[in-house]
């Protein structure tokens, strides 16, 4: 049997623990130590090279402070790369957003965006 990994999903999970990780300024090694593995163990989960576990999956999501269905919330029946390209650009425009702590600037950070798109429909 040929393993073909990293699998679409596992590399999805695996890239927004990265990118929240790293939105919260936590090292792999933090995180490793809380889950109770390898720094290289984290490397391979955020590579998508190494499928989770259940109880390790959710040892993250209390690290992280974030709940599971956060690093479900991008699988969507793509036609094709273009749409998965553009759903890793949401994933990781949502992690930074949530990685806001100030309301202040995540409104003005909406309000922005408001701009631009009505800006863009205007043009």
Same mark, same amino acid.
């Given at each position: ?25 936590? =090292? ?20 998508? *090279? ?10 993250? *999501?209390? %690290?992280?402070? =974030?709940?599971?269905?956060?690093? %479900?919330?991008?699988?969507?029946? *793509?036609?094709? #790369? ?16 949530? #990685?806001? =702590? ?22």
């Amino acid at each position: 049997m040929v393993m073909d990994y990293p699998k679409s999903s596992d590399l999805d999970i695996g890239t927004k623990i990265k990118i929240h990780r790293r939105s919260l300024k936590i =090292t792999q090694g933090r995180l490793a130590k809380f889950v109770g593995c390898t720094t290289q163990q984290i490397q391979k989960y955020e590579g998508g *090279c190494t499928r989770i576990s259940i109880p390790v999956f959710l040892k993250i *999501c209390t %690290f992280l402070n =974030t709940h599971p269905n956060y690093f %479900f919330s991008n699988f969507l029946l *793509c036609d094709n #790369a273009k749409n998965s390209e553009n759903g890793n650009i949401e994933v990781k425009l949502l992690s930074l957003f949530r #990685a806001l =702590t100030n309301e202040k600037v995540k409104e003005k950070v909406v309000n922005l965006i408001e701009a631009v798109v009505s800006n863009l429909k205007s043009e």
